[in-house]
Every structure is written in C-alpha cells, then in structure tokens.
C-alpha cells in the first residue's frame, strides 16, 4: 500500500506532474506528431519552470498554511497534545548509526515539548515504521524523554499514514475519556491533519509549527529564478492539496468503496 500511495503521489505532483506529459510529447515528436507532441513539452516545461520559483512556491505554501500559530493564554479545552511523525533520519553516524527522528518531526518534538511546558498536559506521540525498524514513535518518546526533558504518556506506533494516526490516537484516547486536544503538526500538514482527526471524533485545536518564511532582505532576483528547494515546498503543497481533496471526496463515494481505496 505504501508502494501504491508513493506511485500516484509521484504522477500526481511535481516534478512528474510534468515529467510525465514532457517524455509523451518527446514520443509524440518522435512519432511525426509535431503540433501535439510540441504543446506538450512546453506546457510541461512552463509548468515545471513556474512551481520552481520562490516566488511562486512561497506564496501557495503560506496562503495553504491556514492555521495560524497559537496566541497566548492558550485555550483551556484540550486535555492531551498530540505529536504527529514526520520521518527519520536513518542510520545517523553521530548517534552510533541508529535510526533518529528527521528534521521535520524535531521541530514537532520542539514545540511540543514547548507546549507541556506551558501546560502540563500529558503527550501522545503517533507515528509507526511503514518501511520497517524501529516505530517512529519510539524514536520521538527517546528525543522528548533525554533531549527536552519531557515525558511522554502514551506511544501510538502501529500508524503509517495520517489517517491511521487519527485512527489509532482516537483509539487510545478514546479509552481514557479524552477528546480535545492540542494537535501538533507543520503548517502545511495542518489543514488536512485537522480534517482526519476531526472524522475519527476528536475536538482539535491546532498546534501547527515550522511555518515557510521568508525574510524581507531575501526577496531579490533570485525569487524568479528556479531552484530545487522550491520545487521541493510545491511538491510538498500539491501533496497536501490532493490528501485533503481525497479526504473530502471519500464523503460522496460508497463507504465500502472509500475503505477499499483506502486500505487496499
């Protein structure tokens, strides 16, 4: 399934969003279809060349973020906070060539440990190992425990997908009469993390960190200048778009339909 979800995601978003027509109108060119084969290596080329820009993938990664942060006094309601994976850093040679938590889900582990700080509320940690080893989970507990001091109550390590840490977090914390809580997860990943651990049940209050910016001295000639790094953010952006489209739409469809797309 995993397989599966990295295929369409890798069709469906850039760069082979536009990969994909570019090599069918090279073939097309090849094939003496000049007109159509021509149209769609420029197209797919100017598309490529747009999501590239800074000044293109910085305004859809803010204008996506649609959680603002947090203002204090933080709300009363929740009564747990929850910590969303976000990947590892496999084999790190300075921590002995373990398996560690990836950048994205440190700067999680970070402000949730800013949060109990603030709050005293226990944590939930969600995350497990689609591709094998240790459960994300168990790597984040260890951070929080000897990096930031901070303990953690309940480790959810079964979940491969977000939609399974709604799932099985709502299985745990159903059990101990809880379902308000702080959800911590990155800006982008907010809008449809809230929605999926809304359909499970749970009140959410979003806790979203690791906003893109960018500073004001930054912005020169360089932002209409293609890089890497801003293919990389609206590659992430049209993933997070199309979970939350896929998420909405499994609403219209037959529920036995929607659960066999879902889980194989």
């Known amino acids: 399934?995993?397989?599966?979800?990295g295929l369409v995601n890798a069709c469906l978003t850039p760069p082979g969003l536009f990969l994909l027509p570019m090599t069918a109108g090279l073939i097309l060119l090849a094939a003496r279809r000049p007109s159509l084969g021509a149209a769609?290596?420029?197209?797919a080329w100017a598309g490529l060349w747009i999501v590239s820009l800074p000044a293109v993938s910085h305004p859809l990664a803010r204008d996506w973020e649609s959680y603002p942060a947090l203002r204090r006094p933080l709300p009363i309601g929740p009564r747990a906070i929850v910590v969303l994976a976000a990947g590892r850093y496999h084999d790190a040679p300075?921590?002995?060539g373990r398996d560690t938590v990836?950048?994205?889900?440190l700067v999680r582990l970070r402000y949730a440990a800013r949060l109990f700080r603030e709050t005293h509320l226990p944590i939930l940690v969600s995350g497990g190992a689609p591709l094998g080893g240790t459960a994300a989970a168990r790597l984040m507990r260890r951070v929080l425990n000897r990096d930031f001091a901070t303990p953690v109550k309940w480790v959810e390590a079964s979940s491969k997908t977000t939609a399974?840490?709604?799932r099985y977090s709502w299985a745990i914390l159903r059990s101990q009469k809880i379902r308000s809580i702080?959800?911590?997860t990155q800006a982008w990943h907010m809008p449809r993390a809230v929605a999926l651990f809304r359909e499970v049940g749970f009140k959410v209050v979003p806790a979203p960190t690791g906003f893109v910016t960018r500073s004001r001295r930054g912005q020169t000639i360089l932002a209409y200048?293609?890089?890497a790094p801003a293919l990389a953010l609206s590659a992430l952006i049209f993933h997070e778009m199309i979970g939350l489209a896929w998420v909405r739409m499994r609403a219209w469809l037959p529920a036995p339909l929607a659960h066999?797309?879902?889980h194989g």
């Open 1 to 5: 399934m995993i397989i599966w979800h």
């Open 40 to 43: 769609l290596v420029v197209l």
């Open 94 to 96: 300075e921590y002995g």
């Open 102 to 105: 990836g950048a994205d889900t």
């Open 164 to 166: 399974q840490n709604a």
């Open 182 to 184: 702080f959800l911590v």
């Open 225 to 227: 200048l293609p890089n």
């Open 260 to 262: 066999l797309i879902s």
